[in-house]
């Protein structure tokens, strides 16, 4: 059986400033045609990380290939082939926005003017203003019309959606799953985790440069309790509780006839099975969001 190589592949890594160690052992895999959530708060390492696949930062140990290339060899030919957003975007602040992404084609080799116009229209960009009269929200719909725009294979997404209104973040969205649609592999990290739910096959959560968890999204959700919540009268209460006790769970957050409970996966359906036995109401399951599956795993790492 053949496996289709990652489009990024990271075993292992290190890298140090000085005594200070910013990686330190980390392992991501992006799979061709994802959407890939790379998550952690201000100082996990995912932006470190990003610019040793840009080639911008030597690794001290372990191993990383982006489209089957070494960046710290071949970094040229790499960047040829993908999109990079940074979250904070300096551009020359003499041009036009159309000078701009005439300077960023040329610096690729590669272009799409159809695509660019289109997507120009679409984020609402006027191209004729100077990037010095641009907002921060402006200069990164200029790196943003760039990147989806060129025809490249990989897309590295470092807080894209920076200084973006509401509606811009849903132009934004959009661009993710033309793209993914067209056949391109996009690594997004962000800190707006119902953006990233919105849009990733599978994510990454790292602390302090190291990997606390990795996988399918629809699979690290197993690992997270769902909410169940139902409205109960007295003798429903105690009919609930006794069965409760049988199951080992307890009503930790309700109070009277509100059952408000944490439920692991494997025991969802004998929990609504019990509170239908005895004709609970208002009855309500949620499975856990990615806020909830974060949190829950950065309290584990950081035990």
Known sequence: MTTTPAVIDVRGLVKRFGRFTAVDGLNLTVAPGAVHGFLGPNGAGKTTTIRVLLGLYRAAAGSARVLGMDPARQSAAIN??????????????????????????????????SAERRLTEDFALDVRKSVRAYSKGNRQKVILVAAFAAPTDLL??????????????????????????AGRTVLLSSHILGEVEQLCDAVTIVKDGRL??????????????????????????????????????????????????????????????????ADAGDITCTPASLEELFLRHYRVAAR
């Open 80 to 113: 040829r082939r993908i999109s990079y957003v940074p979250g904070d975007v300096h551009l020359w602040p003499n041009l036009t926005g159309h000078q701009c992404l005439d300077a960023l084609a040329g610096l690729r080799g590669a272009r799409d003017e």
């Open 212 to 277: 606390v968890e990795s996988g399918r999204l629809t699979d690290l959700r197993h690992l997270a309790a769902s909410r169940i919540t139902a409205q109960l009268t007295g003798p429903q209460s105690t009919t609930v509780t006794n069965g409760l006790r049988d199951l080992g769970l307890v009503n930790g957050d309700g109070a009277g006839t509100d059952l408000v409970l944490s439920v692991p996966r494997t025991q969802v359906l004998p929990v609504l099975a019990l509170l239908a036995r």
């Open 156 to 181: 590295i997404l470092d807080e894209p959606t920076t200084g973006l209104d509401p509606l811009m973040e849903e132009v934004f969205r959009r661009c993710v799953r033309d793209a993914v649609a």
